[in-house]
């Protein structure tokens, strides 16, 4: 029966989420998992967010706006962009699938930096177009190399910036060059999920580069430093062109009126959102300190997530975590091995696992000894 489906889905691989806290506490039989695999936020959604889609509930009976006029407008205020250029998606995810789906043909060619995103392969594949993937050099895009690996079928250029899972950025001056070598046709997505949390006077905004001769998609997300993944609302700023592609093929209600609820509320949080970037950036430095005083080599990061170098076999470790009810990724997924992904947490859940890395490495390492 395999037959049935459609030529060219056999190279691509199923999302592997990080794994909800209620499931591995049921198959484990522990209490109290914590979970630092998926960079949420350690927080929830802000208290006038959480009322402002309880107030939405009783409005359930009737389909949310298609359009999102109200988020919409409210992103086009805030970023001063017009309203005809933002488009909002189930996540930043569903975008990035909606705009492969509108432009790449199965002769097309689109790059990105590998390792990057896994959702970028994802959405090519699924047009049976060509993804060239493009080796990152010390950690970070090589903007030069995937400038030189654009042919004339080259469609979309994906920069993923702060880069998951490294947490690497590329600067200003570096994006400045880039945009000038490329040829003016190819589309650069900047996919700016951890946006509000770079605190690096060199990290350039997409949008200093939707009014240059290429045309430039950033997307945005509200499941990271506004703590609502569950909620899935993504947004994106597009050319004209885009956009009203996007709309011919997007479901008509692609995001439901709770989530769009709570993302107009929550766009007027930037003073809570500062603050958590702030904590956030504290959380990244305990965890650095703790990782020299353990002789640990991270990559240092921009975004909410670290990569650290454990010195042991990273797919026992993450099992042997997942037992202690510490829930992160291990490297190799990503073609990290030896490495963990962890998101920073509360100040409570980093000491947490910073203590239950020490006794699983002690484990591993002692049982290489035997
Ligand atoms: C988390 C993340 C997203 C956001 O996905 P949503 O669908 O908005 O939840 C997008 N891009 C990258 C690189 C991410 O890490």
Not at 37 to 60: C, D, Q, T, W
Not at 174 to 180: G, L, P
Not at 348 to 357: C, G, K, P, Q, T
Request: aromatic share 8%.
């Amino acid at each position: 029966m395999d037959s049935l489906i459609r030529r060219g889905l056999e190279d691509i691989k199923p999302y592997e989420p990080g794994r909800p806290i209620s499931l591995v506490e049921k198959e484990l039989g522990i209490t109290k998992a914590i979970k630092l695999a998926s960079n949420e936020s350690p927080y929830g959604p802000f208290p006038e967010v959480i009322e402002a889609m309880k107030a939405e509930l009783s409005n359930l009976n009737r389909y949310p706006d298609g359009g999102s006029t109200f988020l919409r407008e409210k992103i086009a205020e805030k970023l001063d962009v017009p309203l005809k250029n933002i488009m909002v998606g189930h996540g930043s995810n569903e975008l990035l699938r909606l705009i492969a789906n509108v432009l790449l043909n199965p002769e097309d060619e689109a790059v990105a930096a590998s390792p990057s995103f896994i959702v970028y392969p994802t959405v090519v594949k699924l047009m049976n177009a060509k993804l060239i993937e493009v080796p990152l050099k010390a950690h970070r895009h090589d903007l030069q190399a995937m400038s030189d690996a654009i042919t004339k079928r080259t469609k979309i250029v994906f920069i993923c910036n702060p880069n998951n899972p490294t947490g690497t950025i590329v600067t200003k001056g570096e994006v400045d060059s880039f945009m000038e070598s490329i040829p003016d046709k190819v589309v650069v997505v900047f996919d700016e999920a951890y946006y509000e949390l770079v605190r690096d006077e060199s990290y350039p905004s997409g949008l200093d580069y939707i009014n240059g001769k290429n045309p430039v998609v950033v997307l945005r997300t509200f499941s990271k430093v506004h703590g609502l993944a569950g909620c899935r609302v993504g947004y994106g700023i597009a050319p004209d062109f885009i956009v009203e592609a996007v709309n011919k093929v997007r479901e008509p209600f692609n995001v439901n009126s709770v989530g769009q609820a709570a993302a107009i509320r929550s766009l007027d949080c930037e003073d809570k959102v500062e603050e958590r970037s702030r904590l956030n950036y504290e959380g990244l430095r305990y965890l650095y300190s703790e990782f020299e005083r353990l002789g640990l080599k991270y990559i240092p990061s921009h975004a909410n997530f670290v990569l650290v170098d454990i010195g042991v076999n990273d797919r026992l470790a993450s099992k042997e975590l997942m037992k202690r009810g510490v829930i992160v990724r291990s490297g190799d997924i990503f073609g990290y091995p030896n490495y963990l992904r962890v998101t920073v947490g509360t100040p409570d859940e980093n000491a947490r696992f910073i203590a239950e890395l020490e006794g699983v490495r002690k484990t591993l390492l002692e049982g290489a000894l035997r």
